[in-house]
């Protein structure tokens, strides 16, 4: 399988179809400026992310699995249809336990290389939400930026809600050296304190304890500075109007799966999302949302 896509959708020095972990197949995208991006065709999961100086952005539990069925513990997981456990659905969807399908790779004219993965129903999908669907994820790698757009389109007869996020897993030196800023004065829900409503007042998050929030209606430009590093990465979204800051800290790390103990210290979950107000689509309809990094 792996060598019928790299005959289909290989492209000499930018795109390569090879196993990866467990001889899952992974696409690696390469830039010519040394960026580098490599995405499995399992949970549709961007894996890892190299700036052209090749310092890695994204986080990787060396606990994490990479089996059928299983969710990859960093990396950028897809919510969808569900976010977290706000439904009967598993927590956070299907989308990041099921295969998806590479249908395009390539080389633009700015010489940005793309690949674009999808996600259709399945019978295990029908079985637990009974809605046909397409999810489309385009990962788009540049010289210090990678872009991710979502777009699901509605192939059935009837309409359905979802929401969606990008679970983005970043890897930072050190948590308490760490802030997102941008956020001042947008009101979020705290899940750590019984999903209380409170504003945010200063202009940057500092890391101290479990924190888990979804800021509500954000600002579509944020920045995470990565103090320890000596590095920050502006966050840009457009059409995903929520944003989760997430941390698990010590005690719910103990209790997370596919997560070493101490791994906390070295992430920091900044989500873009359609979270608090679901989107509903009409037979027909799409909806689209991109989040670019850049570092
Ligand atoms: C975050 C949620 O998005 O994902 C947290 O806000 C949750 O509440 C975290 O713990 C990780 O979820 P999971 O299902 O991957 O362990």
Redesign the pocket.
């Known amino acids: 399988m792996i060598k019928k896509l790299q005959t289909e959708f290989g492209i000499s020095q930018a795109v390569t179809i090879a196993p990866g972990i467990n001889g899952l197949p992974k696409v690696v995208l390469a830039h010519e400026s040394g960026s580098r991006a490599e995405v499995y065709l399992h949970a549709g999961h961007v894996t890892s992310w190299t700036n052209a100086k090749g310092d890695e952005l994204l986080f990787l539990s060396r606990e994490a699995l990479f089996a059928p069925g299983k969710?990859i513990?960093g990396g950028i997981?897809v919510c969808f249809p569900q976010?977290?456990d706000q439904g009967p659905l598993p927590?956070?969807g299907f989308a990041r336990n099921s295969e998806w399908h590479l249908v395009k790779t390539e080389v633009l004219g700015t010489g940005k290389v793309a690949a674009r993965l999808q996600l259709t129903e399945s019978e295990d999908s029908l079985a637990i939400w009974p809605h046909k669907f397409a999810l489309v994820l385009g990962v788009l790698l540049d010289m210090n930026a990678l872009t991710i757009s979502t777009q699901v389109v509605n192939t059935g007869a009837d309409s359905f809600q979802f929401q969606t996020?990008l679970?983005t897993y970043f890897r930072v030196a050190d948590i308490h050296r760490t802030s997102v800023r941008g956020l001042e004065g947008v009101s979020f829900i705290d899940?750590v304190r019984e999903y209380r409503r409170d504003v945010e007042t200063g202009p940057s998050i500092r890391f101290s304890e479990e924190t888990?929030r979804?800021y509500v209606d954000a600002p579509d430009s944020l920045r995470l500075d990565d103090e320890g590093n000596g590095r920050s990465i502006v966050i840009q979204k457009r059409d995903m109007p929520d944003v989760?800051v997430?941390n698990?800290w010590i005690e719910?790390s103990h209790r997370?799966?596919y997560l070493g103990d101490e791994e906390y210290l070295r992430i920091v979950?900044v989500?873009t999302g359609r979270i608090v107000s679901p989107c509903e689509l009409s037979p027909r309809d799409q909806w689209q949302g991109e989040t670019t990094f850049s570092c």
Do not use: G, L, N, Y
């Open positions: 969710e513990r997981p976010f977290s927590p956070h996020a679970h899940a888990d979804i989760v997430w698990p719910k997370m799966s979950c989500e």
